[in-house]
């Protein structure tokens, strides 16, 4: 089973949607939970941190469940700016980040 | 700000060549990362190092490939010979002490094809 779990996509959805991606964690050892926005042939970059109370950054909302080893990223009011794959990201103390194969997001006027 | 330097940007080379790739990571930090990354496979960690140290290269292919740190600024990943099955961008990345939290910055990768 690999470590790090998303649906690859693609989502395809119009301006102004609401869209949500999830992700799956193996190792209960798991520390810290980010997403990661990787640009077609471009480098990822940070997106944001996740935090176990949630968190909000604009139209971006990131959820974590770690009883059921579950992270989530919610966009709000879709930009044709957003259209990118998105990186769901863990890892454990002594180690390093663990990115799952990423989301893909297309976002359409 | 330089951030995370690669070189070369991009790589063409014939199977049994040796390939050498290159980082300088951000001044300041203490974690380098070598990644790859494939259509099929997605972000591979290849090796990380923290003060300049290996510390977990389980994930390098095989014995055709070596990483070095030779001190803070620099770090090296070599491919000899090179195969077709090793055509990916790799990228370098490192990150600040007490990195577990922090975030990693990566440089804008080497895209090599083996022919």
């Known amino acids: 089973r690999k470590e790090v779990e998303q649906d690859p996509g693609p989502f395809n959805v119009p301006e102004g949607a609401t869209v949500a991606f999830n992700c799956t964690y193996s190792n209960s050892a798991s520390q810290s939970f980010f997403w990661y926005r990787q640009d077609c042939r471009k480098e990822p970059k940070l997106l944001m941190s996740?935090?176990?109370s949630g968190n909000e950054d604009g139209r971006f909302t990131a959820q974590l469940n770690r009883a059921s080893q579950y992270i989530s990223l919610l966009i709000r009011d879709s930009k044709l700016s957003d259209s990118a794959t998105y990186l769901c990201v863990v890892n454990q103390a002594g180690t390093a980040l663990i990115f799952g194969k990423g989301t893909t997001l297309s976002v359409s006027s | 700000d330089a951030g995370v330097i690669q070189s070369p940007r991009h790589e063409v080379t014939e199977m049994g060549q040796e390939v050498t790739l290159r980082c300088k990571p951000i001044s300041g930090h203490n974690s380098l990362f070598w990644y790859r990354q494939t259509m099929m496979r997605g972000l591979e960690l290849l090796i990380y190092?923290?003060?300049?140290?290996?510390?977990?290269d389980s994930g390098m292919p095989e014995d055709r490939f070596s990483a070095k740190m030779p001190n803070a600024s620099f770090s090296t990943l070599k491919i000899q010979p090179s195969e077709p099955r090793d055509s990916a961008v790799y990228f370098c990345?490192?990150?600040?002490?007490?990195?577990?939290?922090?975030?990693?910055?990566f440089g804008q990768g080497t895209r090599l094809t083996v022919v």
């Open positions: 996740v935090y176990s």
């Open positions: 990345a490192s990150s600040r002490p007490g990195w577990e939290d922090a975030e990693a910055f």
């Open positions: 190092f923290n003060n300049n140290v290996p510390i977990d």
